[in-house]
Nanobody
Framework: QVQLVESGGDLVQAGGSLRLSCAASGSIFGFNVMAWYRQAPGKQRELVAS???????NYADSVKGRFTISRDNAKNMMSLQMNSLKPEDTAVYYCNGQSYGIPSRNYWGQGTQVTVSS
């Protein structure tokens, strides 16, 4: 079973940048889609960005133009470059991998805290 481990969360001022990384313990070739989700206190977990095995990306409207998702199948890693951070980006960010197959299976990391101060 592949394990996902996030890193890169930190405290940053508004307008700053962070780069989150998600390292997989095994091959990510088996993930049809990989994504970043976030969950702020008192709110539901929401999709931030996703990338397919073919490289197609999708972003939440709230982060379009500021965040960039990427995956490196050779290195079994996924990243999220976050620029122009806002206080409302404060949340725990989770790495997700969705396997091929029916039904697909979801894999989650433990999360990394991003805090943006105003």
């Amino acid at each position: 079973q592949v394990q996902l481990v996030e890193s890169g969360g930190d405290l940053v001022q508004a307008g700053g940048s962070l780069r989150l990384s998600c390292a997989a313990s095994g091959s990510i070739f088996g993930f049809n889609v990989m994504a970043w989700y976030r969950q702020a206190p008192g709110k539901q977990r929401e999709l931030v960005a996703s990338v397919t095995s073919g490289g197609t990306t999708n972003y939440a409207d709230s982060v379009k133009g500021r965040f960039t998702i990427s995956r490196d199948n050779a290195k079994n890693m996924m990243s999220l470059q976050m620029n122009s951070l806002k206080p409302e980006d404060t949340a725990v960010y989770y790495c997700n991998g969705q396997s091929y197959g029916i039904p697909s299976r979801n894999y989650w990391g433990q999360g990394t805290q991003v805090t943006v101060s105003s």
